[in-house]
């Protein structure tokens, strides 16, 4: 299996300043079709996973544009630009180039 | 809007098969393009997927979990069900079912969850 590493495990934010959440892969997520099959989900508190980017950089729709993600092979970082209230929980990266399909363990962004 | 919504038993005696079910609504499972998943979150902790089936009754499940899992479809109910056998106090956990779309694999709709508890 693809293991999923994320860090920090915790993102104290002030409000309306950036976060930053890294994910690596214990092998390169470039499937044989070319494609990168990293998605990143927001999972508020008490509500099932939300999916935000997919494929490294696609925003979900109604994703807000402060949500955006980047990377290639092994690297992958999701930026909330300026965080707000509504965007605390806890982030996971997941990828889907091998299955089974893997998820991090997870990233809790909160406020300071 | 497609909608997802788990539902079956709360409590299962170990030892015994944990058995869930999936309603699908504001979309049809028959049209394909999708592989309808399970994934299980243990409290406090990260999430695990399960395995899938695709409409056509074919299934691929995560090995760690492969001898004692069972995911079925009833199109004609716009259903799908997981079932988990020989469950221990390791099986507890909130399951989710979910749509992952198969050309850019992703969960793109979940159901809220069912936290499934195992306890005699």
């Known amino acids: 299996d693809i293991v999923m590493t994320q860090t920090p495990l915790s993102s104290p934010v002030t409000l309306g300043q950036p976060a930053s959440i890294s994910c690596r892969s214990s092998?390169?997520?470039?499937?044989?079709?070319?494609?990168?099959?990293l998605s990143w989900l927001q999972q508020r508190p008490g509500q099932p996973p939300r999916l935000l980017i997919y494929?490294?950089?696609n925003r979900f729709s109604g994703v807000p544009d402060r949500f955006s993600g980047s990377g290639a092979g092994t690297d992958f970082t999701l930026k909330i630009s300026r965080v707000e209230a509504e965007d605390v929980g806890v982030y996971y990266c997941?990828?889907?180039?091998?299955?089974?399909?893997?998820f991090g363990g997870g990233t809790k962004v909160e406020i300071k | 809007q497609v909608q997802l919504q788990e539902s079956g038993p709360g409590l299962v005696k170990p030892s015994q098969t944990l058995s869930l079910t999936c309603t699908v609504s504001?979309?049809?499972?028959?049209?394909?393009?999708?592989?309808w998943s399970w994934i299980r979150q243990h409290p406090g902790k990260g999430l695990e997927w399960i395995g899938y089936?695709?409409?056509?009754?074919?299934?691929y499940y995560n090995p760690s979990l492969k001898s004692r899992v069972t995911i079925s479809v009833d199109t004609s109910k716009n259903q799908f069900s997981l079932k988990l056998s020989s469950v221990t106090a390791a099986d507890t956990a909130v399951y989710y079912c979910?749509?992952?779309?198969?050309?850019?694999?992703?969960?793109?709709?979940w159901g809220q969850g069912t936290l499934v508890t195992v306890s005699s």
């Open positions: 494929k490294i950089s």
């Open positions: 979910a749509r992952v779309v198969t050309m850019i694999v992703v969960a793109d709709y």
């Open positions: 504001g979309g049809s499972i028959s049209s394909g393009g999708y592989y």
């Open positions: 997941m990828q889907a180039t091998q299955f089974p399909l893997t």
């Open positions: 092998q390169s997520l470039v499937h044989s079709d070319g494609n990168t099959y």
């Open positions: 089936i695709y409409y056509s009754g074919s299934t």
